[in-house]
């Protein structure tokens, strides 16, 4: 024990004071001892009084509790003023909480609360309420808040680099030396005990060739030959899970959100089993796959198969969000990006396609090769790309811009590709495995290690938190250790592999509280975070088209319900009329449709047929553009058909001879001398680009001027925008009133105006007109065509029918035209 002190650094202190000391003259050990001395005897004095202070207070307290439970009377006066508030009612505040703290203990209290720091993005740094696009003051203070507590978590994570204990580490070879011609033995020979247990062989030649995968937290492993062979067990501790024969073939498998689900791809269909292999599901919506993904922070397995589906399944609802069909053959090479679960497949014309539950389309396409692609893998910071063809080039691409970065020639035709946590490439060459270091950066030809499993590989995944590959082959599985490929800290928040059955719960409910919906999925992860400006007036325009759009026709009916196809086709009409009323109302409501007045309606008791509905003309919405692309106007008519003010070639928006909307913002009050005096005008200017578009007088602000040359049409602006920013100019309204400058245009369209009722057992056609003008002129000229279209219908009924012969029909004619001509009698018919 004493060799051991003296060997300390404690003993080799206390040495070195106890030589200061003595080294001291006598008069520096007198004066040092005689102030200790005091020292202490003042340390003594100080614990007396500390003693005698602490027992009174006791004492007052006991003599407080005796009185107040004897209901004595006392001399404390505090006692005395509790008692008396009792009584009165009265709430005293505790001095604590109104006590202001000085600046000394503010600046100690931002010393132990660092995210009060002024290096921390907290609301003071924000703007004001007013120079921002919030509806309300409390969706500033809440966005505030919210912006704080993310500075104080990356302020926090940044100070907790410190606590991260691990290193990640790569294999450092000797001058003159290689790092590939280190062996898996030499390592297993270098590493300790517990580390040299991760490199284990199955040897499983019955039921090979195997895929593989591992959980997210690393922990356990799921196996799948192509025989039958299923077999999940914990790799670390070699705990089996469970081991089934499905007795069909197995195309892959992938483990679920975690350990306790998984899904097989099997011959027909794809199975879903828990832990114990007891078959849960069967998924015949997903036949004949060949590729399975899982994306855990959306809940969706994805599938491609043989036919060249692409199917998205939510695995917490059961629901089939979409299947696709890319029209690109098998799709035997498929991955997901991890950054923004884009999944990338590779097609055998030498393409890669990226695709998205929410789009029928490709997102990108990208030519790679001249002929067939053999692999895809995508980095983990979704950044990079890499890819291999027929041709053995492997290809890094940059996704940010899409383009090639570098181009490495292999010695040998590559199967499967794939990217570890720290960057590191796999590619397997038939019974060979090379590994990359720095590939995404450096174009080297030279591997970082090479094994030889002596059997064809047919599947590569790292571990994710270890460094280890796993790989199947033809006759069974193996652990390689790879130095450098994993994560060295773990997020135990994210995946901990040492969770206990309650975590392992507890995660599982707040990854589902967490869920992202598919209709986030994009290419870029950050739009969803910006403000869309142009929803409201997007969506607007959506309900205006389908609100003047075609009725939809079903003619897709599955097979169990074909008897009643004509019933599921009148259902969806029904459902599609009840939108389309509801549009109308709430478009009414907002003052961009004009309500309806009057309904006339004639009635023949005949059936209608397809011959006798008649063809008018339908005004449809006119929607103008500001020249920067911004919704600037809702108009009924035409702008060829407006008033011309003809002293600036001004349209005039009369809002009681039309139906108008405008989207701008006031801007300045002008004053123009004219002959006349002068005139005042209140601009109007766009929200984007703050062009005038408007003005107004002050006496009459129900009357709008459209400036000349201000808006232009939908079909203008998509050619204008196709063509340059100089067609803008030139496509806007001109001097000669012309939209296009070509003549006034024809925006309507033919509806049918014929319906279809029942009255009396009895189907008959009926004639409806929908007189939107409030002016009488108009209303009668409606209410005449109306008539005079019913009666050509009943004409050719009766024509079609026998009722009527070819002179009645003439005389029937005629006697309908003199009836409009003549209203008010028929003497001079008869003497003509």
């Known amino acids: 024990m004493n060799n051991f002190f003296r060997s300390s650094s404690v003993y080799s202190a206390f040495h070195i004071m106890n030589v200061r000391y003595f080294t001291l003259s006598a008069q520096q050990r007198s004066s040092t001892l005689t102030r200790s001395s005091f020292e202490e005897e003042a340390v003594d004095n100080e614990k007396i009084k500390d003693e005698k202070a602490l027992k009174q207070k006791k004492n007052a307290k006991s003599l407080r509790q005796s009185s107040k439970s004897r209901n004595v009377r006392s001399d404390d006066k505090s006692l005395k003023r509790k008692n008396n508030d009792k009584k009165n009612g009265v709430k005293r505040k505790n001095w604590r909480h109104n006590r202001k703290y000085t600046k000394a203990a503010f600046e100690k209290k931002e010393d132990v609360i660092p995210h009060y720091s002024s290096s921390v993005n907290n609301v003071s740094t924000l703007p004001p309420y007013e120079d921002t696009d919030f509806k309300t003051k409390f969706g500033h203070v809440q966005y505030a808040a919210q912006r704080d507590k993310a500075s104080f978590g990356i302020l926090q994570a940044a100070r907790s680099e410190i606590l991260l204990p691990e290193e990640e580490g790569f294999l450092e070879a000797d001058e003159g030396e290689q790092t590939y011609h280190v062996t898996q033995h030499d390592i297993i020979e270098s590493v300790d005990l517990a580390s040299s247990s991760k490199y284990f ?95 855990p922070y959306h809940y969706l397995l994805v599938g491609s198969s043989k036919t060249s589906f692409l199917h998205w399944l939510d695995v917490s609802v059961g629901k089939l969000v979409q299947s696709t069909l890319t029209r690109r ?23 890669v396609s990226l695709w998205s539950p929410t789009v029928k389309k490709p997102l990108v396409s990208m030519l ?94 790292f571990c994710p938190f270890e460094d280890v590959l796993g790989v199947g082959h033809r006759t069974g599985y193996c652990n390689l250790l790879i130095p450098g490929s994993g994560e060295a800290n773990i997020d135990a928040f994210e995946s901990n592999p040492f969770q206990s059955l309650q975590q392992r719960r507890e995660m599982e409910v707040h990854s589902l509280l967490d869920k992202i919906q598919p209709e986030l999925i994009t290419l870029d992860p950050q739009a969803v975070t910006n403000l869309d400006r142009d929803y409201e007036a997007e969506k607007l325009q959506n309900k205006v088209k389908f ?86 106007l809702i108009s009924e008519k035409p702008l060829d058909r407006l008033p011309l003010r003809p002293r600036d070639r001004a349209r005039v928006l009369d809002n009681e001879k039309g139906t108008y909307k405008t989207f701008s913002k006031p801007n300045e009050t002008v004053y123009l001398s004219r002959s006349e005096g002068v005139e005042v005008q209140c601009r109007l200017e766009c929200k984007q680009c703050s062009a005038i578009m408007f003005y107004y007088s002050p006496d009459r602000p129900d009357i709008l001027f459209l400036v000349d040359k201000a808006v232009v049409s939908s079909d203008q602006l998509s050619t204008a925008k196709a063509s340059g920013p100089d067609v803008v100019g030139r496509s806007a309204v001109g001097y000669d009133g012309d939209v296009d400058g070509s003549g006034p245009s ?53 024509r079609r029918k026998g009722m009527l012969n070819r002179r009645g029909a003439e005389q029937f004619v005629e006697a309908e035209r003199l009836k409009k001509e003549h209203r008010r009698g028929t003497l001079l018919d008869s003497d003509n």
């Open 368 to 461: 790679c090769y001249g002929n067939p692609v053999r692999s895809v893998a995508v980095e983990q910071t979704g950044n990079f790309m890499a890819t291999v063809g027929a041709d053995r080039i492997v290809k890094v691409w940059d996704l940010r811009n899409y383009g090639e970065l570098h181009r490495l020639k292999v010695p040998y035709s590559t199967s499967h590709m794939v990217f570890s946590q720290r960057g590191l490439l796999a590619c397997s060459m038939g019974t060979f495995i090379r590994v990359y270091k720095d590939i995404c950066k450096l174009s080297s030809a030279e591997p970082y290690m090479i094994h030889n499993c002596k059997e064809v590989v047919t599947d590569l995944r």
């Open 547 to 632: 609100l003047f759009s075609k009725m939809p026709k079903s003619n897709q009916v599955e097979k169990k319900t074909a008897k009643n196809k004509q019933a599921i086709r009148n259902q969806q009409q029904r459902e599609v009329l009840r939108k389309k009323r509801d549009i109308r109302l709430e478009l009414q409501n907002m003052g961009i449709l004009k309500q309806k007045s009057k309904k006339v309606q004639t009635m023949a008791d005949t059936v209608v047929n397809r011959e006798d509905v008649e063809e008018v003309e339908d005004q449809q919405v006119q929607w103008y553009y500001c020249l920067c692309g911004e919704l600037a």
């Open 746 to 798: 024809s925006t309507t369209k033919k509806v049918m105006i014929t319906k279809m009722v029942k009255s009396g057992g009895k189907f008959g056609s009926v004639t409806v007109s929908t007189i939107d003008e409030e002016e009488e002129e108009l209303e009668a000229k409606e209410i005449a065509a109306s008539y005079s279209n019913n009666a050509i219908v009943v004409e050719k009924q009766m």
């Open 329 to 351: 053959g098998p799709i035997d090479v498929m991955c997901q990006n991890p950054s923004n679960a884009i999944i990338h497949c590779g097609h055998g014309n030498g393409t």
């Open 201 to 295: 062989e199955l040897n499983l030649p019955k039921f090979g060739p195997y895929r593989l995968d591992f959980t997210r937290n690393g922990r356990n492993v799921l196996l799948g030959g192509h025989v039958g062979h299923v077999a999940a067990f914990d790799w670390l501790n070699k705990a089996l899970k469970f081991e089934i024969n499905v007795m069909e073939a197995v195309r892959d498998v992938q483990w679920l959100h975690n350990e306790t689900m998984l899904a097989v791809a099997q011959k027909r269909w794809t199975y879903v089993y828990d832990n114990k292999g007891t078959e849960l599901h069967c998924l015949k919506r997903l036949s004949d796959v060949m590729r399975l993904e899982f994306l």
